[in-house]
T-cell receptor, first 115, second 112 residues
Framework: GQQLNQSPQSMFIQEGEDVSMNCTSS?????WLWYKQDPGEGPVLLIA?????ELTSNGRLTAQFGITRKDSFLNISASIPSDVGIYFC???????????????FGKGTKLSVIP | DGGITQSPKYLFRKEGQNVTLSCEQN?????MYWYRQDPGQGLRLIYY???????QKGDIAEGYSVSREKKESFPLTVTSAQKNPTAFYLC???????????FGPGTRLLVL
């Protein structure tokens, strides 16, 4: 199956610093998604990207869909304590042989913010 | 409120026992999904359903079963054949299979 490499696995940053994380794939995707998961909770969608080269912002978050369609990055500016959590990237499509548009997830980046 | 609910929050299973995890959505979504999450891992797809009365195996379906008798409900049964069931189980739904997936709060399954 498709593989997603997400890095870094974890990071400790000082409050107020900017953060960058990325995902790369051996296959192309039609859609890139970024989710955040708090401990013991389900992932919450942060940003969805639908077009190669697209750059989208959501408050202090900015994400880009790579031109090659094989990578994406997420930046968080001016981090605050509530940014703590695990961030997942996910790629979707093109459809598999069975016609499904399954999501492939990275293993996550665990973010810790030091006040 | 519209959303996805999962119950129970925590579930304990004894050896050889089947257990069923509930997932309900009132978003009028056609597609629903079950994922398994292990520590330090990404989400892995167990089963998905694109429409009522239809479902397909995901990447790790062995030891699990599902049903989709109603649009709003997609229960997952963890059977005794699943030898390593301890995990966090997440249900998701989307308008259609190509649309963005939204997740429920999860059920943590523990083996006694």
């Amino acid at each position: 199956g498709q593989q997603l490499n997400q890095s870094p696995q974890s990071m400790f940053i000082q409050e107020g610093e900017d953060v960058s994380m990325n995902c790369t794939s051996s296959s192309i995707f039609n859609t890139w998604l970024w989710y955040k998961q708090d401990p013991g909770e389900g992932p919450v969608l942060l940003i969805a990207l639908y077009k190669a080269g697209e750059l989208t912002s959501n408050g202090r978050l900015t994400a880009q869909f790579g031109i090659t369609r094989k990578d994406s990055f997420l930046n968080i500016s001016a981090s605050i304590p509530s940014d703590v959590g695990i961030y997942f990237c996910a790629g979707q499509g093109p459809p598999s042989g069975a016609g499904s548009y399954q999501l492939t997830f990275g293993k996550g980046t665990k973010l810790s913010v030091i006040p | 409120d519209g959303g996805i609910t999962q119950s129970p929050k925590y579930l304990f299973r004894k050896e050889g026992q089947n257990v069923t995890l509930s997932c309900e959505q009132n978003l009028n979504h056609d597609a629903m999904y079950w994922y398994r999450q292990d520590p330090g891992q990404g989400l892995r797809l167990i089963y998905y359903s694109q429409i009522v009365n239809d479902f397909q195996k995901g990447d790790i379906a062995e030891g699990y079963s599902v049903s989709r008798e109603k649009k709003e409900s997609f229960p997952l049964t963890v059977t005794s054949a699943q030898k390593n069931p301890t995990a966090f189980y997440l249900c998701a739904s989307s308008i259609g299979q190509k649309e963005t997936q939204y997740f429920g709060p999860g059920t943590r399954l523990l083996v006694l």
